[in-house]
């Protein structure tokens, strides 16, 4: 199949797997006589993979561990495991800074009055300095 039907088959753009072969992220697929990417149906699995692993917000580099391990089948799972509950504490300390800024802008927005004055808290405080900030 050409990079287009292996691009709608796996969910990846066909700018996206390009950039994957340039990276070595996946292997570069066979080529036909007029140089064309050819794909077969491994490939389009490897690329369900990669945006599987992505879509759940793992690096590239951390793909690349995962397709390693996913192709080494002498791997033990713990290794896999080990991997997974890294990202997931990373994405639950992405979490809590998040619900920190919203909990911080939802206190400036409620002390802001939302009127016709000129005068906004959420302006003043983007503009103090830090120190300033911690105070208050």
């Not at 990276?23 to 993979?49: K, M, N």
Request: with cysteine; aromatic share 6%.
């Amino acid at each position: 199949m050409n990079i287009g039907e292996a691009a709608a088959r796996s969910g990846v753009s066909a700018k996206m797997i390009r950039y994957y072969e340039s990276i070595g992220l996946i292997a570069a697929p066979a080529r036909s006589a007029a140089q064309y990417r050819v794909y077969a149906d491994e490939d389009v699995h490897a690329l369900r993979f990669v945006r599987r692993s992505r879509d759940l917000g793992f690096s590239l580099e951390e793909t690349r561990e995962l397709l390693a391990l996913w192709h080494d089948k002498s791997r033990a799972s713990a290794d896999v495991k080990s991997l997974a509950m890294a990202h997931v504490r990373e994405l639950e300390e992405k979490a809590a800074e998040l619900k920190a800024m919203a909990d911080t802008l939802r206190h400036l927005a409620t002390h802001c009055h939302g009127d016709q004055r000129p005068d906004c808290p959420i302006l003043a405080d983007f503009a103090a300095a830090p120190a300033a900030r911690a105070k208050a």
